[in-house]
């Protein structure tokens, strides 16, 4: 029962939704839009996803102390060339993940609701060109359990 799992568990839904998830074992390869495991390589092609997930923390525990429900928070952060490109893979990314259940043993997951879409920004820090980027936000919580 482990976070790692659940980001693995998140990894799967994106790559079930057309995405290639290159988690920290290496680039699968094939074609497609990717999503990284944390923070894109610099060498990443746009358009890219960027894929932070929070370490689950205790939402709620019982009179005894145990606990019962872990908030977990992801966070993608989609980067592209132009306005509509970032806006088709956001869409992606939350058609891959939003009423989703991650799945990863030892736990038991509700679906992901997306709670936050951030503008569309340009990233003027990047002086070769303009990125254009939007950060989705979504949570999920995870109980301790299951197969």
Known sequence: ???????????????????VWVSTSGDPGGTGNRAYDGEAPSTA???????????????????TRTRQ???????????????????QVA??????LDGKRPTAAGWLTSPVELFNTRPL??????????PVYT???FEYTATPGGA
Do not use: Y
């Not at 960027?50 to 205790?58: D, E, G, K, L």
């Open 91 to 96: 869409q992606k990314v939350i058609d891959a």
């Open 1 to 19: 029962m482990s976070a790692q799992g659940l980001a693995s568990g998140v990894g799967a839904l994106l790559t079930a939704g057309g995405l």
């Open 121 to 130: 920004d340009v990233d003027r820090d990047v002086t070769t060109s303009h």
């Open 69 to 87: 429900a872990h908030r977990c928070v992801i966070r993608a952060t989609v980067t592209g060339k132009a306005s509509q490109q970032v806006r």
């Open 45 to 63: 092609a746009l358009p890219f996803v960027a894929v932070q997930q929070s370490i689950p923390n205790v939402w709620s525990r019982s009179m």
């Open 135 to 137: 950060v989705l936000e």
